[in-house]
């Protein structure tokens, strides 16, 4: 028991000094480190359970041990600002899962707290209530704040987590800021762990950078699975489920992750696609005869090399 509570001081002694190098006021981070210690089990007895969210999907969830969890920093990353619609779904119906498993449990949920900086939403858009609907949400329970600067979104973010009033805190950002790299993150990451409540950091257009958050995931948008006609006929091209590619970039796990999803907004459930159903991805050799055309949407194919240039003079 002594050895612990040496150990302990000296975990308060660093988070005091860390704090410090960061202009972090001390009592802040003395109280969220105190909520951590009488958070943590003592020695001898069983280990707590970490929250978590399950997304139904076994393989997902085994490459996540266990599914995502509810008291840390999640980050979800799309390649390319076209894409963020894909990555913004995909982030709703993390929420709706996590509101339609909360509901079990408790009479009223949580609302949910959208933080987007100025330049995200002039590239990404402002999410939409019909659209915020159709994916399991409930407008009257979504919050959004755009804040001007980037300093105060990361403080409204540190607040909001604080309060513990929200089911989870969505943080969209737009590339890769500057001002906002590993300190932040791991501030963000504490106190997320100090209120037990899951913070989505949603990066759009942005390239890997270490952080804090214990899973990395980046979304793709995937064509949407051919439904079958009454007949047994299938329909190509109708209208289907939002359909993701994943590839779980940063975890445990040796190697990256990828699986394509569907999202049943009505159920609020996700469902895996086999290769063998899911259309092909632009880019990819399709079933058919005849010459493959490139999809101008990705634009695989880059300018030829001017090779020599001649230069002319001038004339008088």
Do not use: C
């Not at 393989?59 to 799309?78: F, K, Y």
């Not at 407008?139 to 604080?162: I, Q, Y």
């Not at 047994?232 to 590839?247: D, N, Q, V, Y």
Request: proline share 9%; charged share 20%.
């Amino acid at each position: 028991m002594a050895e612990t509570a040496v150990a302990r001081e000296t975990l308060f002694v660093l988070r005091e000094t860390i704090a410090r190098l960061e202009g972090r006021p001390i009592p802040a981070l003395t109280a969220a480190a105190h909520e951590t210690q009488a958070a943590e089990p003592d020695a001898g007895s069983a280990p707590v359970a970490q929250p978590l969210l399950v997304t139904g999907v076994a393989d997902l969830d085994e490459a996540m041990q266990g599914g995502v969890p509810l008291d840390a920093l999640t980050e979800i990353r799309s390649l390319a600002l076209r894409d963020a619609g894909a990555a913004s779904a995909f982030t709703f119906a993390l929420a709706a899962r996590l509101g339609a498993q909360a509901a079990g449990k408790t009479a009223a949920v949580a609302p949910v707290l959208w933080i987007g900086d100025t330049v995200a939403a002039m590239e990404a858009g402002l999410p939409y209530p019909i659209g915020i609907r159709d994916f399991g949400l409930e407008p009257a329970g979504f919050l959004h704040a755009s804040p001007r600067k980037l300093e105060e979104v990361l403080w409204l973010a540190e607040t909001a987590l604080a309060s513990a009033a929200f089911a989870v805190v969505i943080l969209e950002v737009r590339g890769n800021p500057a001002r906002f790299g590993l300190t932040e993150s791991r501030r963000l990451a504490l106190r997320a762990k100090a209120a037990g409540r899951p913070l989505f950091l949603l990066r759009q257009g942005g390239e890997e950078e270490a952080s804090s958050a214990l899973f990395r995931l980046s979304v793709e948008p995937a064509p949407a699975l051919a439904r079958p006609l009454p007949d047994g006929s299938m329909l190509g091209g109708s209208i289907g489920h939002p359909a993701f590619r994943l590839t779980l970039e940063k975890s445990r796990n040796p190697a990256p992750f990828s699986i394509t999803l569907e999202w049943n907004a009505h159920d609020r459930q996700f469902s895996p696609v086999p290769d063998a159903q899911r259309p092909a991805f632009p880019g990819e050799h399709a079933a058919h005869s005849g010459a493959d055309l490139s999809a101008s949407a990705d634009r695989p194919d880059r300018p030829q090399a001017l090779g020599p240039v001649l230069a002319y003079s001038r004339p008088a």
